[in-house]
């Protein structure tokens, strides 16, 4: 998968980089999405609670033709999950994985209808492509309520945290990202997205775990931000 993904990367570079194409607005993109993981070894999904984070990032649309532009893009992706296990009735256990990335996105996308991007109506657009990620911050937090067996103490709470990347966890992740939204007034779009990881975030290769999320983007456009 490492190797197609980077094969798709050079393709689109090189496809881009041979086409006739126009600097267009540059602009900034906000999200909230929902980060969780996905693998075979995950015994219970039901133990995955929502995980809400805050994205964003800047890039350049690029006009390849009216419908068809290119939008790599600088962007800030928070990753991992949040899982609780009930233990009993009153005690329980709680893991939260908090990383957090800065991706590089090659980014086509497409806009439906005549006039394509330049028309100021409503207007349908689905863009995606490969993201290659560095970690650069991460902690785990392990926290939770114990029964006290003396019964002479009240229950206690309890919670470590450590470092990721340098204990366990590959810094790189790559993978690929898509989202559908409407353009409005050639300058705002809002829409949904979907990013799915492709690399194994754990250095123990028996137990692969990967990236994913769903969330609402919206997009702004200016003129010579850059």
């Known amino acids: 998968m490492r190797f197609i993904s980077t094969v798709f990367c050079l393709l689109l570079i090189n496809a881009v980089s041979n086409a006739q194409f126009k600097r267009d607005h540059s602009f900034f ?15 219970s999904r039901e133990n995955f609670v929502l995980k809400p984070v805050i994205d964003f990032g800047f890039g350049i649309n690029y006009n390849l033709s009216q419908n068809l532009r290119f939008q790599p893009e600088i962007h800030y992706s928070p990753r991992g999950f949040k899982a609780k296990y009930n233990l009993s009735d009153t005690t329980y256990f709680e893991n939260s994985l908090e990383l957090h990335y800065l991706d590089l996105c090659p980014n086509l996308s497409y806009t439906f209808g005549e006039g394509g991007h330049q028309n100021f109506q409503p207007r349908l657009t689905i863009w995606g492509g490969p993201y290659l990620g560095i970690g650069v911050a991460g902690r785990n937090i392990v ?34 990202n898509v989202g559908l939204g409407l353009q409005f007034e050639k300058f705002t779009q809002v829409g949904v997205s979907y990013s799915v990881g492709f690399n194994n975030i754990l250095d123990d ?12 983007y919206v997009i702004v456009l200016f003129d010579d931000m850059f």
């Open 29 to 43: 993109k906000f999200g909230v999405k929902s980060v969780s993981v996905r693998g075979d070894n995950i015994s």
């Open 143 to 176: 926290s939770g309520l114990t029964i006290n067996t003396k019964g002479t103490k009240a229950d206690s709470t309890y919670s470590y945290k450590s470092s990721t990347f340098s204990n366990g966890l590959n810094r790189l992740d790559y993978g690929f």
């Open 205 to 216: 290769k028996k137990f692969p775990i990967y990236h994913q999320s769903v969330g609402l």
